[in-house]
């Protein structure tokens, strides 16, 4: 996982590492749309100096596979 993944995670959902691994899993699956909101905008600022702060800005930026390069997704 990247630092910048966790550091993420930590933020926006700070009990997830105290979640066995099943359900992380279920977690990962059934992210709510806010939090993979929350975390893909903390990613891009962390990772790219790039700032979101709608929903549909990811789709001005083309950031609709942004999550193909996660490897919890």
């Known amino acids: 996982m990247l630092p910048e993944l966790k550091k993420a995670i930590m ?7 105290s979640w066995d691994k099943k359900r992380q ?5 059934n992210t709510p749309e806010e939090d ?5 905008q903390f990613l891009l600022r962390e ?3 790039i700032s979101v702060y709608r929903q549909g ?3 001005t930026h083309s950031f609709q596979n942004f999550h193909a390069l996660l490897p919890c997704r």
Request: aromatic share 30%; net charge negative; hydrophobic share 50%.
């Open 47 to 49: 990772l790219f100096d």
């Open 25 to 29: 899993e279920q977690y990962r699956v």
């Open 36 to 40: 993979a909101f929350k975390i893909m």
């Open 11 to 17: 933020r926006f959902v700070p009990d997830y590492f």
């Open 57 to 59: 800005d990811f789709e």
